[in-house]
Each structure stands twice: as C-alpha cells, then as structure tokens.
Nanobody, 118 residues
Framework: VQLQASGGGSVQAGGSLRLSCTASGRTFSSLGIAWFRQATGKERKLIAR????????YYADSVKGRFTISRDNAKNTMYLQINTLKPEDTAVYYCAARAVGDIGYNYWGQGTLVTVSS
C-alpha cells in the first residue's frame, strides 16, 4: 500500500485545514486507517483512527471535538478535518493504514506539515 498525504500548510490559530491521504496498491476499504502527528522533539502520537472491523472512530483527548477523521472508499482517500487550530497542533501529520491481521500500522504516508501561528 502506498499512501500520499497532502493538505498541510501554515494557518493562524482558530483556522481550519483538511488533510487528505490517497491510497493505492490494495483495496482501500479493507484497511484500518489512522492519522498520527509528531511535533518537533516529541514522539509520534495517534490522534484519530477508523476501525476496519466496525467503522468506529477514536480520537485523542487533545483533538476530540475539533478533528474529524473520515474516508471515501470510492476515492481511496482518507481525510482529517482540523478545526479551531491551536499553536500546539503544529506538527507533521502522518496518515497510516493497517491490513487484516497486521499488528500495528504498517503503511505510512510521507507526512504533511501543519504550522499554526498565534
């Protein structure tokens, strides 16, 4: 599976962005998908995911209510709608996917930088 992320940029606090990640190489609908982010000097952290098995969603507390993960299987694309951006949301955002039977996320996009200024 190849993942290509896009949509990052520089925005002011309170603004919005929509990140996209297009997949190729495998049936997208069969994949569990997620978004992670990594701020400078910090570990990469899971912020949102959609379960492959039941479509349920998970959000980290730090983004709950502001971020929305979604997918369009017809377009082989996942999205992360980011609203009410805060300076602490500044990070490189990575899309990721996992196939049936995988332990962890084995497929990663290249990352897209989001910079939020106050």
């Amino acid at each position: 599976v190849q993942l290509q992320a896009s949509g990052g940029g520089s925005v002011q606090a309170g603004g919005s962005l929509r990140l996209s990640c297009t997949a190729s190489g495998r049936t997208f609908s069969s994949l569990g998908i997620a978004w992670f982010r990594q701020a400078t000097g910090k570990e990469r952290k899971l912020i949102a995911r959609i379960s492959r098995s039941d479509g349920s969603t998970y959000y980290a507390d730090s983004v709950k209510g502001r971020f929305t993960i979604s997918r369009d299987n017809a377009k082989n694309t996942m999205y992360l709608q980011i609203n009410t951006l805060k300076p602490e949301d500044t990070a490189v955002y990575y899309c990721a996917a996992r196939a049936v039977g995988d332990i962890g996320y084995n497929y990663w996009g290249q990352g897209t930088l989001v910079t939020v200024s106050s």
